[in-house]
Structures are given as C-alpha cells and as structure tokens.
C-alpha cells in the first residue's frame, strides 16, 4: 500500500510525497508531539513478501542509526503501519546534486565543498566498518544552505561480512558509479568501492558528463571492468594536468592503485587545483564527439570494446516525418554479437540502439531475480495464458514505468517481445531516466518518436510524466514536439504553453543554451522566439543591453532582447504569449506604460489560453497597484 496525504501513520502525519524509486516511496511528513517534521521511507508494496528486501531494509535502519556525522542523513526510527515497514529520516529541505547538476552544475567552490563533506562522510562510515555502495549524484541532498548530506544507505553492509554477490551488486548498483570489483561480485569489498564512485561523481562535475555511458547497463559495468578512462583532458580540454591526474588515481581499475581513503582523494584535489592555478570549470569546452575518438590509455587490441554512440546536442528530437517506419515484428535471433542499442537490428543502420538477447544473457538473468521483474512477470498477460488487448498492455506498462518499479533492462525486454507498442518505448526512456541515463535518452529519444510515430496527445501525456517526476528539460522538449505536431490544439497549447513558459521564468545559464536549442530545432517558430525570450529576460541582468548572440549562438547579428520579440510577433501578430513577454520584458527594463500596452494586447484574442490571462491580470493588478502608492 502506499501512504495517502493526509494519513496518520504512528505519531507523523503524511504531507507530502517527495520523490519515488524503484524500490520504495519517500514522504514529507510532520511529528506534532516534536513540532518538527520529517522524511519517511517506505518500501513499495511489492517488496513486503521478498524478505530478502526487508532485511536489508532493516539493516539500513540498523546500520544508519548508529552513524552521527554532520554530513550524513540521521535515522531517527524504524517501525511498521499495517504491516508495511517503513524508516523515519531527518527533513532535509533542498535538492539531490543531480537535480542540482540538471539545473545548475556546481561552480569549483561548490564542488570541493561537496567533495570535502562526502568525503568526510564516507571515511567516518569506513571508520566504522560501514560500506555506502550506492554512491551517485542522486544520493547526496543539499539543503537550503547548501550543506550537502549523504543519504540513502540501503545497499550499506558491514564491510567485514565479505557477503557479496555478482547478482545481487550489480542489480542494486548504479551501472555508471559502480566499481569494476563491485560490478564482478569480488568479495570483500572495502572502501576502495566508494572511493571509485565518488570518483566518477567528481569525473561528472568536473568534466562535464560520466566517464561510462551506454544504451544498455551491461555495456557500462563492461566499460567500468575493462575499458581505460577516457582522458578527461581530451573529452574537456579546460581540465588541468594536475587535475586530470587526481581523476585518473581515483577511477583506477585495481583498488590498490586507488587513493587510500576518501579524504586523501578531496585532499588530492584541492592541492591540484592550488597547484594548476584553477579558477572555474568549465563545461562550455565539454567535446562529447571526444568520446568516439581515441580518448582513453592504450586499449588491449583484444578488448573488442564497441565505440560509445556520440550524443545529440540537448533539446534535439527531430520532427515525425509523414511517412511511418515499418515497425518491425520480430525479435533479435539469439546468439547475435553484442552491440550499443535498444532498437531492433533493422533499425540499426542509422545508430540503432536494440541489444541482442544473447550477447546479455547473463544481464537478463541475474536482473530475473529483481523483485520489480517478478512483479512484471505476475501481470504479464503471457504468464497467464491470456490475450491482451494493447490499450490494456500500454496501460499497464505505462504505469509500471511511473510508479517507478520498472528498471530499464525489464524495459528493453517489454521493447523486444512488444515492438508494436509506443508505450514501451516511452517506459524505456522512462526507466533509463530513472536510472541516471540521460545521455542515452538524449541519444535516442528522436529515434523513438520516429520508429513509433505517436500523435500529439500521446507525447504530451510522455511530457506530463515527465515534469511529475522532475525531468523538466526532457519535458519541454516532449511539450515543444507535441504543440509542433498540432498547433491548433487549444488544450495543448494552453498546457504546454504554460508548462514552458514557467520553466524560461526559471531558467539558468545552462537552461538559457538549452532554449537556444529550441529555436534551432524550430526556425522562425514565433511561440519558440518568444520563450528564448523570456529565459534569457530571466537570466541577463541588463536585458536592454545585451545581444541575444552573447548567449546563443543560433541568433545572428547583434539582436537584442527587444529585437527577438518584435520578431516573434511579426512571425505572428495574433500570438498571446509572444505580448506577454514582450510586456514582461518592457516591465523589467521599467517601462511600465508599454507593459501595460502589451499586457492589455496579450489578452484581447479570442483564443488566448487560459494561462496567459490569468498571468495578465495578476500583473496588470500589481502595475495599478504601484500607481496608487505612488499617487499617495
């Protein structure tokens, strides 16, 4: 059972759901007795009868509670509601790294402050024979403060037990953080396994992206155990010698040639960064194409290792053509080699990303005793012996991959045994969401729309589950591709429109690039002109004055703001939103009269959404507002 709003579980009183994964539910919840609230984990119902789960839940508990370190999430209870086990948490109010990473990367004092207090947090944990194991972006919590805290110990085992095994690490490990000793099952693993993947976490953060990503997780804990490091210095050429070097030791296939603890790696850095004189990074010098080239040590000839597909730029998904792909029926044969890719072989001429079945037959079946497949294979219509319709299977696969207990290997699978259903493509780019694979979801997700052809409405509800669960770039550009493919949707335009417009008047820098793509993606679109505008009103400081090519590239000559958005209207005379920004952008530069002129003009079409009337109004009754007070 999940937890509803509202629920008096024990003593604390559910709030809110902060976030789902695919093993258990996180809640907001409020202690009266205490007066303080807290957060409350607890394990998705499909895992109450798998003992195997709720022990190590337990253990989390037990192990957890007894670790007081002033970087690390404290435990403070550990009980059950109607037989449903759940752990009581400190509140930490703030965000993950990833999150912070998505929407603003770290600058290098942020970075060797998160650096410093995971690393300290780890070495106490290793002090007392605690290993984290799970060690990732994901994982690390900054509050309002920017206090980072590391969290989420449930893959956390005694270091001396030595208990390990192939199936069990590499199901539970994260594929691009995982150590080359964790993803073989060695036994015992020691500290060295979280010293590896806070090394890819400083990999990601200084360079630009992790050093391993594929379309498959058995290709990247086969590039963790055998491939050599891409050279940060190529992949990014603004990392310094000294810095490089730090990376190299850390992320060291053999733990003996690794730093010795957590802190001598944070240590290691700061003194690379004071001897090479590093002021900032960068990741505007970040070469992906990098990653098809020779960027690694000397390979043995013998590897075989295929080259890793190079990603598209972001805010990149082509436009469905008017012809529909033939969709294949069958499966790939077993025994094929194994290659990068998630789309079946006759698709693979253009970069195809399906993997053959049997080259990752091992994969399938140590994931078979996930208890998220086991789930799966109880519904699963061919288990049973019944027919299903494909209304009903999209259904269910769809709310599999939202609730967040589908992983992306049992996605790949629905993809191959059900080539016809959109739905499963959409869960697989779901999952590997999930699961941290942005990079491949950048890779593929035009292919996807492209191979399946779905309309309009259907991407739109892709966009919705995207934005529910956080993933608002990938959500704008499901948005912009559905509103492209019916423009003259008013509910869509009235949804997505609002959904995008509130995230240009949120945009940072890294966002500002990513709308440029938009216009790229869509020339002369005025809807699209006008949101670059918005995004960069909400990031230049002096909008009158700087030309929109300082920050984007695709916007020719010395074009201001101003300038962009007089564009935009002239593409369309009758477009709402393109006068809203206009007004918006005439209200920063503190022109209140031509605000108002614009305000006024955005709401008198016959079809402006909803949205945009509503945000006239509230602005228009904020400028009247301002004119009393200063009448008075």
């Known amino acids: 059972m999940a937890f509803e709003i509202g629920q008096n579980v024990g003593p604390y009183r559910i709030v809110q759901q902060l976030g789902q994964g695919g093993m258990a539910t996180v ?247 004071d001897s090479s004189q590093m002021q900032e990074i960068s990741l505007h010098t970040l070469r992906p194409e990098a990653f098809q080239t020779v960027a690694t040590q000397p390979t043995p000839a013998s590897s075989g290792t295929p080259p890793i597909s190079q990603p598209q730029a972001a805010y990149s998904i082509p436009i469905p053509t008017t012809t529909p792909t033939p969709t294949p029926t069958s499966m790939v044969p077993p025994g094929s080699v194994v290659v990068t890719g998630t789309l079946p072989q006759q698709h693979r001429r253009s970069g195809g990303w399906i993997w053959p079945l049997g080259g990752c037959l091992v994969f399938i079946l ?120 019916d423009p003259d949707d008013p509910e869509l335009r009235n949804k997505g429109g609002q959904y995008i417009y509130i995230q240009a008047t949120k945009a940072s820098r890294l966002e500002l690039t990513r709308f440029c793509g938009l216009v790229n993606q869509y020339p002369d679109n005025a809807f699209v002109e006008a949101m670059l505008g918005q995004a960069a009103l909400s990031t230049i400081v002096r909008p009158a004055q700087a030309p929109m090519s300082n920050v984007c590239s695709v916007v020719e000559g010395d074009l201001t703001i101003e300038q962009l958005l007089q564009h935009s209207i002239e593409l369309n005379p009758n477009l709402a939103e393109a006068y809203l920004v206009m007004g918006n952008y005439y209200d920063a530069t503190r022109d209140s009269v031509l605000a108002a002129e614009n305000w006024e003009k955005a709401i008198s079409f016959d079809d402006t959404p909803q949205w945009v009337n509503n945000q006239v109004q509230e602005k228009l009754k904020s400028v009247t507002e301002v004119r009393q007070e200063t009448n008075e």
């Open 366 to 485: 140590t994931c078979l005793l996930s208890v998220g497949i086991m789930v799966a294979a109880a519904n699963d219509p061919r288990i049973k012996n019944e027919t299903p319709t494909p209304m009903s299977f999209d259904e269910q696969v769809l709310n599999e991959a939202r609730s967040g207990v589908m992983t992306v290997d049992q996605a790949e699978q629905y993809v191959e045994d059900y080539p016809d259903s959109v739905s499963a493509y959409f869960a697989l780019i779901l999952a590997q969401l999930e699961a941290g694979q942005e990079v491949t979801v950048i890779q593929n997700a035009g292919r996807v729309i492209q191979q399946t052809q779905p309309d309009a409405d259907l991407i739109a509800e892709w966009a919705e589950a995207m934005s529910v669960k956080g993933y608002h770039e990938q959500a704008v550009l499901y948005y912009m591709v559905a509103m492209n493919l």
């Open 27 to 273: 809640y907001k919840a409020y202690h009266a007795n205490l007066d303080r609230y807290v957060a409350i984990k607890v394990l998705h119902v499909a895992f109450r009868e798998d003992e195997s789960f709720l022990e190590r839940f337990q253990r989390e508990a037990q192990i957890v509670a007894k670790l007081e370190h002033s970087h690390i999430v404290p435990i403070y209870d550990y009980a059950q509601e109607d037989n449903q086990p759940y752990l009581v948490m400190k509140f930490i109010e703030g965000e993950t790294l990833k999150q912070r990473m998505r929407k603003q990367p770290p600058n290098l004092q942020e970075v060797t402050r998160i650096l410093s207090a995971v690393a300290s947090a780890l070495d106490y944990a290793h002090h007392n024979d605690v290993l984290h194991r799970d060690v990732k972006p994901s994982n690390v919590v900054l509050d309002n403060k920017q206090v980072p805290y590391l969290t989420d110990f449930g893959l956390a085992r005694i270091a001396s037990s030595g208990e390990s095994t192939l199936s069990q690490d590499m199901m539970l490990g994260t594929p691009q953080y995982i150590s080359p000793e964790q993803a073989q099952g060695n036994q015992p693993l020691d500290a060295g396994t979280d010293i590896y993947s806070l090394g890819v976490v400083l990999y990601e953060l200084v360079v630009g992206r992790v050093p391993f990503s594929a379309d498959t997780p058995y290709a990247i804990i086969h590039d963790h155990i055998y491939k050599p490091l891409p050279m940060p210095s190529v992949v990014n050429p603004s990392v310094p010698p000294e810095v490089e070097t730090v990376l190299l030791k850390a992320l060291a296939k053999r733990r003996e040639d690794r730093y010795a603890s957590a802190g001598a790696l944070a240590q290691a850095f700061d003194a690379a960064i």
